[in-house]
């Protein structure tokens, strides 16, 4: 993921994209006098383009629809399309799978390869697929981490844990797993901290406070919770979200 020019498949998954929108994609605001003529000058590019990539393939990929135009794509070979597969089968995993997930998520997000579609604005298609594949990003991250908590993992992933949190100070789950880490790592004064000032930050951004699971996080560090220590024998303090 996160490579430029692959946006209008990523965000349509294989279904036709119009003219109109296309043209928005590639060109924004600044559409060619002859739009029809220029997107079909591209489209003979794209599709030169992808000949000489696979001389092989007996048809182009990209085909005419009466939508519009369509990017052919086949089982696995969309990185996007496989990441999400690999987010929703961590969602419904069974917490006692903690290892299988912890490894389904590790090797998911390592498709990651920087910003969605490298950085490329694009049009409203590619606005909002970006921002749907972050969240799923984001909760990607969240199951990893509450995976690897579980087994009790919490020095080897506090340092992810502190940079998740640090680029994303208003998530709250970000903010719990890491006390939880910190806690589990012998430093419940440090992820005391944390909740501490987690809890100004909100003030101050949002006007509000922590929200009930952040406190129950806050609480059972102070009560010394077996929870949150990853013992298979007690059951964890992280409820799914």
Not at 12 to 31: C, F, K, N, Q, T
Not at 70 to 99: K, T, W, Y
Request: proline share 6%; with cysteine.
């Amino acid at each position: 993921m996160g490579q430029a020019g692959r946006g209008s498949q990523e965000v349509s998954e294989g279904r036709p994209v119009s003219g109109e929108s296309l043209a928005e994609e590639i060109w924004g605001d600044a559409v060619p006098d002859n739009q029809a003529n220029a997107l079909q000058a591209h489209i003979s590019r794209l599709r030169r383009r992808l000949r000489a990539l696979e001389p092989d393939r007996p048809a182009s990929r990209v085909t005419i629809h009466p939508a519009g135009y369509r990017l052919c794509v086949g089982e696995g070979e969309l990185d996007a399309a496989e990441f999400v597969r690999a987010v929703r089968q961590a969602e419904s995993a069974s917490p006692d799978d903690a290892a299988r997930t912890a490894r389904l998520l590790g090797e998911a997000l390592s498709l990651w390869r920087g910003p969605v579609f490298g950085g490329f604005a694009g049009g409203t298609l590619s606005q909002l697929a970006g921002a749907r594949y972050e969240e799923y990003r984001m909760r990607a991250m969240e199951l990893r981490f509450d995976a690897e908590l579980r087994l009790g993992r919490h020095a080897a992933v506090l340092a992810e844990l502190a940079e998740a949190h640090s680029n994303h100070p208003l998530r709250e789950r970000f903010c719990e797993q890491l006390m939880i880490a910190l806690y589990g790592s012998g430093r419940q004064a440090d992820a005391l901290d944390v909740f501490h000032r987690m809890r100004r930050h909100l003030d101050d951004e949002l006007g509000i406070q922590p929200s009930p699971a952040l406190r129950k996080v806050e609480s059972a560090i102070l009560a010394h919770d077996p929870a949150l220590t990853g013992d298979p024998r007690v059951p964890s303090l992280l409820t799914p979200v």
